[in-house]
């Protein structure tokens, strides 16, 4: 997950591959309180790993619930409808799916209990949740404002005998939440009527296919009344599996229906959801199909390739697929007119006021947008109006997720993400994912390259850059101490005599870059390559031409998506000489020796200061008098002395720089 302030996305052109996306955050959080309240354990299959379903997962353990990772299965050991306590505190984030039914489920059952959440969660309505409880018999206060969370709950004195009514035009999830909660008190026959028009019917489809999945038969007339019949009891259905997320698959249908193939016939294929799927937002399907996309699907698949071009514009009643229909907002900006989205009044409640925010962020990018109470209209962007922007994403994922898609835009602008991690709410990995789908318009991965002599702090100033941008990292001069490493491991004398297989065995090194540490396969080797026989046996490899041929190439494939910050003595005159954005850093031979000096000395190493100036100098004069690749500045590149700096100055310089040259503008990266 990208855990950074936020993400450039450079220009992408074209897409192909296979994506198995997480499970739904609907189906999850269902399922793990279903499990809780039956009886038995149940194995809970596929389960979404995210902040909402760890939320719900930390207040069933509050609860006295047994949970247990076995592998790639968790098990939860129900509470067979009795909590083992009566008192607790709960923190509910921002997690809408679980804070409503876990209220119901506790008032139903009562006790002395308080939810809270995030600031947001505060200004999300609960108030026809807790009406149709308290018509039921259930003890709620408010302990904020009247209608929202937080919320205290006391001791039921449950009132069966008439049916209980709840609105049914705000959200889904409050009819969801007494769904779940009432079988929990069915000594009789319980009736539930909706007041107006139930909006998200989807939802509820979910809600009832998982309680006959945990032995409960929901009977119901229409969408106006729902009875829970006497004697319901929650049994565990021992083994159940969660469908992947149809929402998140909205974004990568789009993908398809986007981008041109990666390569000729190429295809985005989902595995995990497929046309068969419970979950209502699998309509986006529909809606993708008729603005041109070419889908096909089976029970656990869906395919799709670009169709028509532009897209066909649409005027569409959402209210089936209430989450999944913000992508269709940012298609729009590639359709072939304005593109209506009605009955998204739903909008206004979730993470943010969406429709408000699908407006602001479209404006940045140069659209035209119109809004009401409950309707989008979008407005399309021709090629030559796209501006660069930084998009907001108000802590919702869903916003950061759709307006990814506007990275393929036609003026090839960047598209910046802040806040990227907030989709780890259901899906912490899509950037990586989509990245491994996708690819940038030709030499538009962006390079930071980073040259300057030895113990001019480019290396550490440089993987901080990485880190703060969320680019990949390369250590130029590592790469030679790793293939001398892999050569010794594979039993070659390093000399003229193998070349031919150091060369061959250095195209395919498997080394990466991570967590401030070296890695050659799985083995960390970090510090075997730090050694005095490491540096010498580097040397004679940068010696052998066909190796740093070879070498070159394999530098060459660290140039990926979002980005590369690259590190060494060529980076910016012989590896990437077309990168935008090259530095050389470097400082006073005296300043050097003092940094060096210090270091030795904290891992109790004995040095001579006047030794190592000299000793600097000398390989200053050599790396710069080298007849391949000498040691210089690129004509371009921009001179840092950090004699003076400390390595978060140098960082920011770094930074400062790189941002200035970005069509969007400044931003703090600090």
């Known amino acids: 997950m990208f855990n950074t302030e936020f993400l450039d996305l450079p220009a992408l052109a074209s897409a192909g591959g296979s994506v198995t996306l997480p499970g739904s955050k609907s189906i999850s959080n269902r399922v793990l309180l279903l499990a809780a309240l039956s009886a038995g354990s149940t194995r809970i299959h596929d389960l979404l790993d995210s902040d909402d379903t760890r939320v719900m997962l930390q207040a069933l353990r509050q609860l006295g619930c047994g949970v247990t990772q076995q592998g790639s299965v968790l098990v939860i050991d129900g509470l067979g409808g009795q909590l083992k306590t009566d008192s607790a505190q709960f923190f509910m984030g921002n997690a809408g799916t679980a804070m409503r039914p876990l209220t119901a489920a506790l008032a139903v059952l009562g006790g002395d209990f308080s939810l809270s959440g995030v600031p947001r969660m505060h200004e999300r309505p609960i108030g026809d949740l807790v009406d149709a409880l308290r018509e039921l018999g259930c003890s709620i206060d408010y302990l904020g404002n009247e209608g929202y969370p937080p919320l205290r709950i006391g001791r039921a004195q449950l009132r069966l005998d008439q049916p209980i009514p709840v609105r049914g035009d705000v959200s889904s999830q409050f009819l969801t939440a007494l769904l779940m909660a009432l079988p929990l008190a069915a000594t009789q026959d319980i009736v539930i009527e909706v007041v107006g028009e139930l909006i998200s019917k989807p939802y ?41 997320d149809a929402s998140s698959a909205s974004y990568f ?104 925010a699908m407006v602001a962020e479209c404006a940045k990018l140069g659209a035209r947008v119109e809004e009401g109470p409950d309707w989008l209209r979008v407005h399309p962007l021709p090629a030559g109006a796209w501006r660069p922007a930084s998009i907001h994403t108000y802590d919702d994922h869903r916003v950061a997720m759709c307006f990814s898609l506007a990275a393929f835009n036609p003026d090839q602008v960047t598209v910046r993400i802040e806040d990227p991690k907030c989709v780890a709410k259901t899906f912490p990995d899509y950037f990586e994912t989509l990245f491994g789908l996708v690819r940038a318009q030709p030499g538009r991965v962006p390079v930071i390259c980073i040259d300057g002599p030895t113990a001019s702090g480019k290396g550490t100033v440089a993987a901080e850059v990485a880190k703060r941008l969320g680019y990949h990292f390369l250590d130029s001069g590592a790469m ?33 870059f991570e967590g401030g540490k070296v890695w050659l396969g799985h083995d960390d080797v970090t510090d075997a390559i730090r050694t005095e026989a490491a540096g010498m046996n580097a040397s004679r490899v940068s010696a052998l031409p066909s190796v740093r041929l ?27 000489p077309d990168a935008p954005y090259k530095v050389y850093m470097t400082a006073s031979a005296a300043c050097r020796a003092e940094r060096r000096h210090k270091q030795l000395i904290s891992k109790g190493i004995s040095a001579n200061i006047d030794e190592l100036r000299a000793d600097l100098e000398a390989r200053d004069a050599r790396d710069q008098s080298r007849a391949v690749a000498p040691l210089k500045p690129a004509a371009d590149a921009q001179w840092l002395d950090n004699s003076e700096l400390s390595i978060d100055q140098s960082v920011q310089q770094v930074l400062t720089g790189w941002l200035q040259r970005q069509a969007i503008g400044s931003h703090s990266a600090t």
Not at 497 to 512: G, N, S, T, W, Y
């Open 550 to 576: 070879a070498l070159v190439d394999l530098q060459h494939g660290f140039q990926a998506l979002p980005g590369l910050v690259a590190d060494g003595r060529d980076m910016g005159t012989v590896i990437f």
């Open 204 to 244: 509820i489809d979910i809600t009832l296919n998982l309680l006959q999945r945990f032995g409960i038969a929901v009977r119901r007339e229409g969408w106006a009344r729902f009875t829970i019949p006497a004697g319901s009891r929650y049994q565990s259905p021992g083994d159940i599996h969660v469908e992947a």
């Open 480 to 512: 030679y101490r790793v293939t001398a490493l892999a050569a010794t491991r594979a039993g070659l004398s390093i000399d003229a005599q193998h070349e031919a297989e150091i060369a061959a065995l250095a195209r395919a090194l498997p080394v990466r």
């Open 253 to 356: 249908i789009a993908l398809g229906a986007l981008a041109t193939p990666s390569e000729p016939g190429a295809k985005v294929r989902i595995q995990g959801v497929g046309l068969d799927s419970i979950q209502g937002d699998i309509r986006f399907v529909e809606a993708a199909q008729a603005m041109g996309a070419q889908i096909t699907g089976g029970p656990n698949w869906l395919e799709i390739a670009r169709g028509q071009w532009p897209l066909k514009a649409i005027d569409l009643d959402c209210n089936h697929i209430p989450d999944a229909a913000m992508t269709l907002a940012v298609m729009a900006l590639y359709a072939d007119g304005p593109c209506t989205l009605r009955n998204i009044a739903s909008w206004r409640v979730k993470e943010t006021d969406r429709i408000a």
